[in-house]
């Protein structure tokens, strides 16, 4: 052990006469540990909001949208996607139909956006189907004829009749959230009514259609489980007096960190008269109020640790007061100022280290049981999910050490510069 690191290490054990200085050494200590902690799991739980909002939305829709401009919509959308799925960097591509609808179940009612999709195509672009927890995704596939049997063949009494008239109901898939607001069950029948209606002789008349409750998901992310309902696109096209026609063609892509690139690309590809439109685009806010407050949030946090480091100035000042003949002597053993020096800077590296150390154990345990138990609840309907994230990165710990060594260190250049002026004359004078 270097001489420096000795002298420094043995100061920090040994049994003082003023006891009050170890004190403030040790609250110096807890309070380098305080604010590591509290940074390591603010900068966790900071990640796990952006990671998973990034994963939930991700994961529920597409990546880049195709939309036709100044037109009702996109017309022989086949061969389009066909050939756009053939761009680099795309995957999969699939139709949809997104429109506002009412939903209602006797005297409940609420808004929706509801999706017309094909289940093969839409399983390629996103994960919500997988989301179905209560009946079945598979409700939406097409329906498969029977051989060599028709309903003319079919004499069913009036209770089969009744089931049967509700099975050939088009299916539908609400979410969670919602169906509980409706008070709607697997096989529950929904009324949805779209504004736009049709033209009649008195006037405009809005068209509706019932829908079988087939399917409830749960994607844990509020604004999909309070406001999505997912049908077959037939269905939506009948309901909304559409032909073959499609609102967007939705992609997803290799590489979402590319999306503005293969966006353009893609607009390029399709000709004029098309509009793209991306994940980092549509959320750009979002992640960006999330990246401003990553920073507040280590300015602020890191202030603890600027308290610290005034408690470290203190504790290393007061103790060249106390160890002032002890100084004396070394120096007059020959040891240089420069050594004198290091021996303080070594002692509240020490203690920065010692309170790091602490503060980065404790940070990510917090952090990794907050993750993996998920003991902090939220409410859904204003923060999207229903707990407390925590995601910890390794680099993180990285740059928190850093400041936090770094900020012990300048504090101890005074103290550090004030031992290496005392004489050693004028110190053991009356000694």
Not at 6 to 30: E, M, N
Not at 88 to 98: D, E, L, N, S
Not at 141 to 160: C, F, I, K, N, R
Not at 307 to 317: F, H, P
Request: charged share 20%.
């Amino acid at each position: 052990m270097r001489f420096e690191l000795f002298i420094a290490s043995r100061y920090l054990r040994a049994k003082r006469r003023q006891s009050f200085i170890g004190i403030i050494t040790g609250i110096s200590i807890a309070g380098v540990a305080a604010g590591v902690a509290s940074l390591i799991i603010a900068l966790a739980i900071n990640n796990g909001f952006r990671e998973d909002l990034q994963n939930r939305l991700l994961g529920s829709t597409s990546h880049v949208n195709l939309l036709r401009i100044e037109s009702d919509g996109i017309r022989d959308w086949k061969p389009l996607m066909e050939r756009l799925v053939q761009q680099p960097h795309v995957v999969a591509g699939a139709p949809a139909i997104y429109e506002q609808v009412l939903i209602s179940r006797g005297p409940r009612a609420r808004g929706a956006v509801l999706k017309g999709m094909i289940p093969a195509y839409e399983r390629k672009v996103g994960d919500l189907l997988s989301t179905v927890k209560v009946g079945s995704a598979d409700a939406l596939d097409p329906p498969s004829a029977v051989p060599g049997q028709t309903p003319a063949a079919q004499s069913p009494s009036d209770l089969e009749g009744v089931q049967q008239r509700v099975a050939e109901m088009p299916p539908i898939l609400l979410g969670k959230d919602m169906a509980d607001e409706l008070g709607a069950t697997l096989g529950s029948i929904v009324l949805v009514t779209s504004p736009q209606g049709e033209l009649t002789p008195f006037g405009i008349v809005p068209k509706y259609n019932r829908f079988r409750v087939a399917g409830i998901f749960n994607s844990g992310f509020y604004d999909y489980d309070s406001t999505w309902a997912f049908a077959r696109l037939s269905d939506a096209q009948r309901l909304f007096g559409l032909d073959d026609l499609i609102s967007v063609l939705e992609f997803r892509i290799d590489d979402i960190y590319q999306a503005r690139e293969v966006a353009a690309a893609l607009e390029a590809a399709a000709g004029k008269g098309y509009m793209s439109a991306n994940w980092m685009d549509q959320n750009k806010s979002l992640f960006h109020a999330l990246r401003l407050e990553r920073v507040v949030t280590f300015i602020t946090i890191g202030l603890i640790v600027f308290v610290a480091a005034l408690n470290i100035l203190i504790s290393l000042t007061m103790m060249v007061m106390e160890k002032t003949r002890d100084i004396a002597v070394l120096m007059s053993m020959g040891t240089r100022k420069s050594q004198v020096r290091r021996i303080f800077i070594s002692q509240g590296v020490l203690i920065g280290v010692v309170g790091t150390a602490i503060g980065l154990v404790l940070g990510y345990a917090i952090s990794w049981a907050g993750g993996h138990y998920h003991f902090l609840s939220l409410a859904p309907e204003v923060y999207s999910i229903d707990y407390v994230p925590f995601a910890p990165h390794a680099m993180d710990g990285v740059w928190v050490a850093l400041v936090a060594i770094g900020i012990s260190l300048i504090a101890t250049l005074y103290p550090s510069w004030a031992a290496s002026k005392i004489l050693p004359a004028e110190s053991l004078r009356y000694e």
